[in-house]
């Protein structure tokens, strides 16, 4: 199913469908939530060199907060406390999960070529063995063992 991902309460609505029909075992349901990217793709990422600002400002009018709050709004069911609320809520919600990311137990990197392929090309073992001789180096330099 395709929707406007942009849309809090339609993709709500696809969503809904879909687990619906999950509990009455018709199977999994593929949701494409068409949405538009206003962030760069990564720090080093510069957007400016293939998007112009009027494809922003469009992209911006159709942001799903400020579409999802000025509905809210149009119906009596926002404030500026239920606001506040929101972002504390969401600020503590981010940094339990930081938190807990940051604690918790870090796996094998190595364990980024198992699983992925049936059998793996040539390359990817040559790759691990890279890895692992640039962890061990790292291990002795620290004074342990890898």
Avoid at 51 to 59: C, F, G
Avoid at 97 to 102: G, S
Avoid at 111 to 129: I, L, N, S
């Amino acid at each position: 199913m395709r929707c406007d991902g942009n849309d809090v309460l339609g993709t709500y609505a696809v969503t809904k469908r879909a687990v619906e029909r999950a509990r009455r075992g018709e199977g999994p349901t593929f949701i494409e939530a068409m949405t538009y990217r206003m962030e760069a793709h990564t720090t080093s990422d510069d957007p400016s060199r293939y998007r112009t600002k009027a494809e922003l400002d469009e992209a911006a009018k159709t942001d799903p907060l400020v579409r999802m709050r000025n509905f809210l709004e149009g119906r009596g069911l926002w404030s500026d406390d239920l606001e506040a609320s929101c972002d504390a809520a969401g600020k503590e919600a981010a940094t339990a999960l930081r938190d807990a990311i940051y604690d918790a137990p870090h796996g094998d990197p190595l364990e980024v070529f198992d699983h992925v392929y049936v059998d793996a090309a040539g390359h990817f073992e040559r790759q691990r063995e890279e890895l692992r001789a640039e962890l061990d180096a790292a291990a002795q330099a620290e004074g342990g063992e890898a």
